[in-house]
């Protein structure tokens, strides 16, 4: 029944990627498409780490800047659900604890992937907000990721993000 899970899951993340490969191809519309029945075959109940990079992802499919924000918002509430093991696909339910029940405080076992998500989780909130010429809230996101950046490996994600922050910190003194 594990293994079936398991496999079932993998295969969520499968098509995710599959989307995202659209995305990152140019196909905004299909990988809108493709990730708009994900979201809804996943509902509220999916797996917390798959809403998450869905909806982390579905949020670059968007043309309108307050749809952005939502799914941007979508994404940090999935993560949040990780992090604290609230809500679907957290805590000390199902996979909980490498799948072995845990308990209340019991790390999730996707929480480290979740963790390396969160400065573009708000870096990208921090963009939606300055779109949206909301300059304050811009700056709560962006301080937010910078402080989560610490935590990245010094590689080309990393260095990345990094650069981006700095980027939108650039951008933001120019309002």
């Given amino acids: 029944m594990v293994e079936q899970q398991e496999a079932s899951e993998d295969a ?50 968007q043309d309108d800047p307050g749809d952005e924000l939502a799914w941007d918002l979508r994404a940090l509430t999935a993560a949040e659900a990780l992090r604290t093991g609230e809500g679907p696909g957290g805590g000390d339910g199902p996979g909980a604890a490498g799948g072995r029940g845990g308990g209340p405080g019991a790390e999730h076992r996707d929480t480290p992937a979740v963790r390396a998500f969160y400065p573009s989780l708000h870096l990208n909130l921090a963009a939606d907000y300055l ?7 811009a700056r709560v996101h962006l301080q937010r990721a910078r402080a989560a950046a610490e935590s990245l490996a010094d590689d080309g994600y990393g260095g990345g993000v990094r650069a981006a922050i700095d980027r939108l910190e650039l951008r933001l003194r120019e309002q």
Wanted: net charge negative.
């Fill in 12 to 61: 969520v993340m499968t098509r995710i990627g599959q989307a995202i490969m659209l995305l990152h191809g140019g196909d905004r519309e299909e990988a809108r498409n493709r990730f708009g029945a994900l979201w809804s075959e996943l509902g509220a109940d999916g797996d917390a780490l798959h809403r998450c990079t869905l909806a982390h992802y579905m949020a670059d499919t």
């Fill in 131 to 137: 779109k949206l010429q909301r300059p304050d809230s």
